[in-house]
């Protein structure tokens, strides 16, 4: 599960004292980042929509993808950001349901590169358009959660960036 406010993490750790198996539940460090509301128990959340690009996320990078999302916005692309709040076992179903028509697909994560969901969303979405932005192959040092994500281009300025440069490539 990942939660991507604190009113999530709540409700999760409430439901996943009477789940059945093992639950994982991935809340990366630092507090909630301009999202405070409670989608739980909703497995897929479509949070802006659009029709030009779709931004899959989950946990905590739902701010840096709705700040993307917001300048893209100012550039005249509408991104749909669609959240996961469970990436295993994915939502599939949901998901796409939730994408609609959207082709071109950025899948933003806040993992080493090949350690997350975005080759399986690759795979599974097979018939779209899909790149997977992640915090890439090399150590990552300590720092400032923003200069970081500066760093590995996913603040929303960065993603605004590679976004429409993925949309002039494709297009």
């Known amino acids: 599960l990942c939660p991507g406010s604190t009113a999530e993490l709540k409700q999760m750790l409430v439901w996943a004292i009477d789940a059945q198996g093992p639950i994982a539940i991935r809340y990366p460090r630092g507090v909630d980042r301009g999202f405070e509301d409670n ?13 030009s690009v779709a931004i899959i996320t989950y946990g905590t990078m739902l701010s840096n993808a709705l700040d993307a999302a917001a300048q893209l916005d100012e550039c005249g692309v509408k991104a749909k950001v669609v959240r996961l709040l469970q990436v295993a076992p994915l939502p599939l179903d949901e998901l796409v349901h939730q994408l609609g028509d959207v082709r071109h697909v950025v899948v933003l994560e806040e993992v080493q590169q090949g350690s997350g969901i975005g080759q399986q969303l690759a795979y599974l979405l097979k018939d779209r358009s899909i790149t997977c932005l992640d915090l890439g192959a090399d150590f990552v040092t300590h720092g400032k959660l923003h200069e970081l994500y500066r760093e ?8 605004k960036n590679t976004i429409l440069e993925v949309l002039r490539n494709e297009n």
């Not at 989608?39 to 029709?51: Q, R």
């Not at 590995?152 to 993603?159: N, V």
């Open 39 to 51: 989608c739980w128990p909703d497995l897929v959340k479509t949070h802006t929509d659009g029709e």
């Open 152 to 159: 590995r281009g996913l603040d929303g300025s960065s993603l």
